[in-house]
């Protein structure tokens, strides 16, 4: 029997219907359907999640193997830093570690303060997240998204919907959990977007992700209060980030006389590309993200109540 | 290799996968060829009895998973561009090697068009011109592959059993 290339070679007079099964039309036909409905069940529906979480937990060991070239070549460079780089680092780190005691027994002093004026005025005191620290394994692997894959998952209790902060702020959130590890969507990604706050006069806006590693603040008039250089932080009013968060620096302002709004370009402060670690920051509990708004509503409205009666008399 | 096994061609795929498991960084994300993809036509061309529309479509929806994106663009672009592989396939043997190499990447070019346009239609950012990248190392790799696992053009009159 002939096979294979050989095979074709030969001129061939039956149908080949029993060389090949279906014909390759009506397959291509039958899969192309089979992956318009699969595109559309799992952009809209939330079906599949269970069945990617399953297929990436499997692909687990094999991406283990994968990774494993890059991480025996950190781990050489690692073992093969000088003595001199480590003394230098090790000093940097010390003086570092130094200022910022320094600054940190200020801040708990503050902190104990705010808490105590705010526990005066009715108003609750802030809650502050914990965190877990994960490793980036690896970029997303869709070069149309912005995302980093981290080494924490559903077993290390990680849920979505977590924000997710570096030592210079805001990184971004994560958006699906896998058994060991977690898809964190970047706040420079087009589909997310982030509430902030103009450190310097405390206007809130909403930020989103745009193309080329920047965020835009759109529908905000042209006479609005922003200069270049301003700091953005988190506003906290979602309930995910917590307030005071870095999250951007204004970067670049055009006004085009034709559209009533102002485009501001911000760069965020966080970066990815530069370390391996990051913190996933714990979701408020359920109650207290109901109960949060509404309190603070009540002590805004107590405040301003106090404030006119303050006026008046 | 004369004669490719089933197994042979689901153990091609799976290091195929391996590598497009591989943590690419950097210029290597740009530059990073379709493994999945260049395996799959190789064995589409060669082996249609073994690998066709079916397998593409399962690489493709591989792909979908380990890529994390929606599930199904990979697997349809994959499966339009098997349908166009193997309409072909039959007049492959009149083909010299160099028309099977731009065969080759016209077919992977097209794959990264259908999916460049179902990006699109799911409301992702036109990239720029460095999206179309991979088809020229993909084509490379293509030619190892050719070395690797033996050529698929014509055999010579000497060598047919």
């Known amino acids: 029997m002939l096979k294979g290339v050989h095979q074709k070679l030969e001129p061939q007079q039956t149908p080949a219907f029993f060389v090949r099964g279906a014909s390759p039309f009506s397959r291509m036909v039958f899969f192309c359907a089979l992956s318009i409905i699969l595109m559309a069940v799992d952009s809209q529906v939330n079906y599949l999640s269970k069945f990617r979480q399953a297929f990436i937990g499997g692909l687990h060991p094999l991406e283990r193997i994968a990774n494993t070239p890059s991480e025996l070549i950190r781990d050489a460079r690692k073992y093969f830093s000088t003595h001199n780089q480590l003394v230098q680092e090790n000093y940097l780190l010390k003086q570092k570690a130094f200022e910022d005691q320094v600054k940190l027994q200020r801040l708990k002093a503050l902190t104990a303060e705010n808490e105590h004026l705010r526990s005066l005025l009715g108003g609750n005191v802030p809650i502050h997240p914990r965190a877990i620290l994960g490793d980036i394994s690896h970029t997303g692997r869709d070069p149309f ?81 922003i200069k270049i250089g301003d700091k953005l932080v988190t506003s906290g009013i979602d309930g995910i980030y917590p307030a005071g968060l870095a999250v951007a620096t204004v970067t670049k302002i055009e006004q085009d006389p034709a559209s009533p709004f102002a485009k501001i370009i911000s760069t965020p402060t966080g970066e990815v590309s530069h370390h391996l670690q990051l913190l996933i920051l714990e979701l408020p509990d359920q109650i207290e993200a109901d109960l949060h708004p509404k309190d603070q509503e009540g002590a805004d409205s107590k405040e301003t109540k106090s404030n006119k009666a303050e006026r008046n008399g | 290799m004369d004669k490719p096994t089933r197994l042979y061609v689901y153990i091609t795929l799976m290091i195929a996968l391996l590598f497009q498991l591989f943590p690419w960084t950097g210029q290597g994300i740009i530059l990073r060829p379709d493994f999945m993809l260049v395996v799959l036509l190789y064995w589409l061309l060669r082996a249609p009895y073994l690998c066709n529309i079916a397998t593409a479509w399962v690489v493709g929806l591989l792909m979908d998973l380990s890529t994390g994106s929606l599930l199904g663009q990979h697997a349809l672009a994959f ?41 699109l239609f799911a409301g992702h950012e036109a990239p720029s011109w460095h999206y179309f990248w991979p088809a020229v190392t993909s084509i490379i790799l293509w030619q190892f592959l050719r070395l690797v696992l033996g050529s698929i053009a014509r055999p010579k009159a000497g060598k047919a059993d």
């Not at chain 1, 997710?164 to 589909?191: A, W």
């Not at chain 1, 997310?192 to 745009?210: K, M, T, Y």
């Not at chain 2, 039959?90 to 999916?115: D, E, G, P, W």
């Open chain 1, 145 to 225: 998204r912005n995302v980093v894959i981290v080494n924490r998952g559903s077993r290390h209790n990680i849920n979505a919907g977590q924000a997710v902060v570096d030592s210079n702020g805001v990184i971004g959130q994560v958006t699906r959990v896998y058994p060991f590890s977690s898809e964190v969507t970047l706040i420079t990604d087009k589909n997310l977007s982030i509430p902030i706050q103009v450190e310097r006069n405390q206007l809130r806006a909403i930020a989103f992700g745009q193309s080329g590693n920047t965020l835009d603040i759109p529908y905000l008039p042209t006479n609005v209060d």
């Open chain 2, 79 to 119: 499966t339009l561009t098997a349908f166009i592989a193997l309409s072909f396939q039959k007049r492959l043997v009149l083909f010299s090697a160099m028309q099977i190499v731009s065969y080759v990447f016209a077919l992977l070019v097209f794959t990264r068009f259908t999916l460049l346009i179902l990006k």
